[in-house]
């Protein structure tokens, strides 16, 4: 078995080599960008994905596959030139891959500290679950200056989990979730039912909100859906209680809000608990404001093992006047582009962090099946407010 000096030492020849054959030249580096996956298989596939990031923003990148259940310990690595997939000539960096198996996982820290560019932030991608008590995990965090993961394949538990952990750490690292980041679009959208100066006040006498998940009924509410509502709740100021058991919310005037969480048939090719709609009814004196964002699910082309660009049909009711009604494109859903613009938001993210306090108390809700209601004091079921 191959020693991880051994190992250290080839690398960094590789990396020499690289540096040589460019010749001479002034680069300054962004970040240390540790990437980390559950398997080798996982790791594999997240390199392209990697590559085009760490180019992007000139950062060195570590790419690592563990396989922690492997009875025959054993350590590789190599070091690789990436250029920008545009091709631009300062667009360039190295990526090393590692594979570590069985007890040589626990190695993995020691190794990345020797590998990465001395005073430069470390910026922490974990790919899989994360367990308490770590090894592996807790030494990697302990020198990130940020932890980012990507929710929407683990669970909302582990978020809230995740930063139960940075806030046990006062010097520890941020925390960012690339689920948060894919909201984006779903929180400007909402955000304008309310831009008109006439329709604003509507924003705090919101009597009912209800977010649709592409999911069988009887699913836990994934992450997507659960930090919508805590975005909604925290921007909105409304608070959630229990009573008998049953989770209530409340508005600042006292007035009770009601959440309804529920699942409509995921299409073929759709991601388990995609967000598929977040629409909303709210009452002034005798005036009703109804609005919806509803997701075409699988409505953009086939773009490889994704269907991508899915069509929105944003639409507004207000009471005595006529309905707006629009229809945005969302844009390709690709790795490389949420991992990107996560990594460039600013690491302390105020409203992720209320976002997901307010989450951790529907983490263990259930959506149900949506079922149309044709009330006039509720949104269409699964579909769009009527005039």
């Given at each position: 078995m191959t020693p991880p000096s051994a190992i250290?030492?080839?690398?960094?020849?590789?990396?020499?080599?690289?540096?040589?054959?460019?010749?001479?030249?002034?680069?300054?580096?962004?970040?240390?960008?540790?990437?980390?996956?559950?398997?080798?298989?996982?790791?594999?596939?997240?390199?392209?994905?990697?590559?085009?990031?760490?180019?992007?923003?000139?950062?060195r990148a570590i790419v690592v596959g563990l396989d922690a259940g492997s009875r025959q310990g054993s350590l590789e690595?190599?070091?690789?030139?990436?250029?920008?997939?545009g091709g631009e000539k300062d667009s360039f960096t190295e990526r090393v891959s590692l594979t570590a198996r069985g007890p040589m996982c626990l190695r993995i820290p020691s190794v990345i500290e020797s590998l990465r560019v001395a005073e430069v932030p470390i910026q922490l991608v974990w790919l899989g679950r994360l367990h308490p008590n770590d090894a592996i995990f807790e030494q990697l965090a302990e020198r990130a200056e940020r932890v980012l993961i990507d929710s929407e394949f683990t669970?909302?538990?582990?978020?809230?989990?995740?930063?139960?952990?940075?806030?046990?750490?006062?010097?520890?690292?941020r925390?960012?979730?690339?689920?948060?980041?894919?909201?984006?679009?779903?929180?400007?959208?909402?955000?304008r039912f309310?831009?008109?100066?006439?329709?604003?006040?509507?924003?705090?006498?919101?009597?009912?909100?209800?977010?649709?998940?592409?999911?069988?009924?009887?699913?836990?509410?994934?992450?997507?859906?659960?930090?919508?509502?805590g975005w909604l709740a925290t921007r909105l100021g409304i608070r959630s209680y229990r009573a008998g058991g049953a989770l209530r919310y409340v508005r600042p005037d006292g007035g009770e809000v009601h959440i309804e969480l529920r699942a409509v048939p995921p299409p073929a090719g759709v991601a388990p608990c995609t967000?598929?709609?977040?629409?909303?009814?709210?009452?002034?004196?005798?005036?009703?404001?109804?609005g919806g964002a509803v997701r075409e699910l699988a409505s953009g082309g086939d773009c490889g093992e994704t269907f991508d660009a899915d069509v929105i049909?944003?639409?507004?009711?207000?009471?005595?006047?006529?309905?707006?009604?629009?229809?945005?494109?969302?844009?390709?859903?690709?790795?490389?582009?949420?991992?990107?613009?996560?990594?460039?938001?600013?690491?302390?993210d105020a409203a992720l962090l209320e976002s997901i306090a307010f989450a951790e108390n529907i983490a263990d809700e259930v959506a149900t099946a949506a079922v149309?209601?044709?009330t006039a004091d509720a949104p269409d079921g699964g579909g769009l407010p009527s005039p």
């Open positions: 250290i030492a080839s690398v960094e020849r590789e990396l020499r080599a690289i540096g040589e054959a460019r010749g001479p030249t002034t680069r300054l580096l962004s970040m240390n960008l540790v990437v980390v996956a559950e398997s080798i298989d996982i790791a594999a596939k997240y390199t392209h994905v990697v590559d085009e990031v760490a180019a992007a923003l000139l950062a690595g190599c070091a690789v030139h990436v250029t920008s997939p669970s909302v538990s582990n978020l809230v989990g995740l930063a139960a952990y940075a806030r046990s750490r006062p010097e520890g690292p925390v960012a979730d690339l689920a948060w980041t894919r909201l984006q679009p779903w929180q400007e959208l909402f955000a309310f831009d008109q100066p006439a329709h604003t006040p509507f924003a705090e006498r919101i009597e009912t909100i209800r977010v649709l998940q592409a999911s069988p009924p009887n699913t836990t509410i994934g992450s997507e859906a659960a930090l919508l509502v967000l598929a709609e977040v629409s909303f009814v709210a009452r002034r004196g005798h005036e009703t404001l109804r049909t944003w639409r507004l009711v207000p009471s005595g006047g006529a309905a707006l009604e629009q229809r945005v494109r969302l844009g390709a859903n690709k790795a490389a582009k949420w991992l990107e613009r996560t990594l460039r938001r600013p690491p302390l149309v209601d044709d």
